[in-house]
């Protein structure tokens, strides 16, 4: 399964499998930490063994969705600048 922008590893989880019982088996078969930060285009395996939900599998390729909840928002501004990087005090 290949990783598209913004996807944390849990929405890699339930597009592979349509649930979130299956994705420690994911995780396990890839090396990955449920915090990990995925990048782009990388390409993860899914397991054979994995429970899927195919209700759910099949609502989500007849509705063109792909899941991505990570932040990819830039903050700016004085509230998220930090002292010696964004911000010079002289």
């Not at 922008?5 to 088996?25: H, K, N, R």
């Not at 995780?27 to 285009?41: E, K, M, P, R």
């Not at 054979?48 to 990819?72: F, R």
Request: proline fraction near 3%; aromatic fraction near 6%.
């Amino acid at each position: 399964m290949l990783i598209t922008p913004s996807q944390t590893v849990p929405d890699a989880g339930i597009m592979a499998a349509g649930t979130m019982e299956s994705l420690f088996s994911i995780l396990a078969a890839n090396g990955l930490s449920i915090t990990d930060q995925l990048q782009a285009g990388t390409d993860i395996t899914v397991p054979t063994t994995i429970t899927l939900d195919t209700d759910t599998l099949l609502y989500l390729q007849q509705n063109n969705i792909s899941i991505g909840t990570a932040d990819t928002t830039i903050y700016k501004g004085i509230g998220f600048w930090k002292v010696g990087i964004d911000l010079t005090i002289m």
